[in-house]
């Protein structure tokens, strides 16, 4: 069992009770038996977590819709859950979903983790998003400073000369100004 799953296993298993469902969900090798959790009525959130992050990790791309739920959570284990298990997935819908949330203003106090997927999966929308998402973070009063910093983080990851504006206008907010120094040295090489 590796690290993330161990992880998530310890945290649902409090939240499940544990018990012989709970502990057939983790153990199963039947990947049918996992995607048929996903789609079966009254099934709870744990169990359907467990199975989209364990067929995600699998490459199994029946839990994508499930995983990109979850990403967009309230709480934010689930989430991180949802990103690992997204980026092992390898689906191609991934960038264009992680993207959506993340530009999503109606959801902009969970678009920190869809922002975190997109620096991982440096796809070609990543750093239009997180563009766009940083470009609206800077606004005066904006309570969203841990998004703006993951995006800020981001493009200085991605290396795309195309954030330097949005960047380097980042500058004067003090909780971003670290951040946005050490991209902008990685974006003017």
């Not at 153990?27 to 038996?33: V, W």
């Not at 298990?85 to 264009?96: H, S, V």
């Amino acid at each position: 069992m590796d690290e993330e799953l161990r992880s998530l296993a310890s945290r649902l298993r409090d939240e499940a009770g544990g018990g012989p469902a709970y502990e057939r969900l983790l153990t199963t090798a039947e990947p049918d038996e996992l995607a048929a959790v996903l789609t079966e009525p009254g099934r709870p959130l744990w169990a359907r977590e467990l199975a989209a992050f364990r067929l995600g990790c699998a490459g199994d791309r029946r839990a994508f819709e499930s995983l990109v739920l979850l990403l967009n959570h309230r709480d934010p284990e689930r989430c991180v859950s949802a990103a690992h298990a997204l980026a092992e997935l390898a689906d191609p819908r991934t960038p264009r979903a992680a993207a959506a949330l993340a530009t999503n203003e109606l959801r902009v106090a969970y678009a920190l983790f869809p922002v975190r997927l997109l620096t991982r999966l440096r796809a070609p929308e990543s750093v239009p998003a997180l563009i766009t998402v940083l470009g609206r973070r800077l606004a005066a009063g904006d309570p969203h400073w841990r998004v703006a910093l993951a995006c800020v983080e981001g493009l200085g990851a991605l290396g795309d000369r195309r954030a330097a504006e949005v960047v380097r206008a980042a500058l004067p907010h003090p909780r971003l100004e670290a951040a946005a120094s050490a991209a902008l040295a990685r974006l003017e090489r």
